[in-house]
């Protein structure tokens, strides 16, 4: 394999929560351990794969693609397994650019991505995230660059115009009440 190559078939690659950041665990460490039992280890790798490929295929039909993601299960009091984190965001996922990939890759550059990669890099030369007890502020051309990412994937894959909510509610107010309206309705 070489960098950047697409792999024959998706793949899992399993963690769990360390104390501050996540760490690689096999399926049968998590079974053996009883982090989940080997029924609830298949339902939630099926639903990791076929959510995955769903979310590859979207990405495609709008001119990215997907190239890997985290996703986050727990169980509900009747054992339900739920997916309980964001789904294709910036935050969890990289993006290339579908037209440009091949050439990049037959050329031996790096496929142009349009994620949050290159402010977890300029931060990990910056400092060191899991020990620093503060971290540098991000220059404001990185977050402006986020910003326009976080836009761009949004008006790419909804097709659809990002407009900034027209609210005088702080944005921590309007948050904190949208999730206690949800978790009412659950």
């Known amino acids: 394999m070489v960098k950047n190559q697409k792999l024959s078939a998706n ?3 399993p963690t769990t929560k360390a104390a501050d950041h996540d760490v690689p665990v096999t399926p049968e460490e998590i079974i ?13 790798r099926s639903k990791a794969l076929s959510l995955f490929a769903y979310g590859q ?4 039909e709008n001119g990215l693609i997907l190239v890997d993601t985290k996703y986050e299960f727990g169980k509900t009091a009747d054992g ?40 977890r890099l300029w931060f990990k030369n910056n400092c060191n995230p899991y020990e620093d007890a503060v ?40 948050i904190s009440r949208n999730v206690a309206q949800a978790l009412q309705n659950l």
């Open 80 to 119: 339900t397994i739920m997916l309980i984190d964001e789904v294709h965001t910036p935050d969890s996922s990289r993006y290339w650019i579908a037209d440009s990939y091949k050439e990049r890759f037959s050329s031996g550059l790096e496929p142009e991505n349009v994620d949050k990669e290159f402010l």
């Open 32 to 44: 053996n351990s009883g982090l989940m039992s080997k029924e609830d280890f298949d339902e939630a």
């Open 11 to 13: 793949i899992l690659t």
């Open 57 to 60: 295929e979207v990405a495609l």
């Open 135 to 174: 971290l540098p502020e991000a220059p404001e051309e990185l977050v402006c660059e986020l910003a326009w990412r976080y836009i761009f994937l949004f008006e790419t894959i909804t097709n659809t115009k990002f407009e900034i909510p027209k609210t005088q509610e702080p944005i921590h107010e309007r």
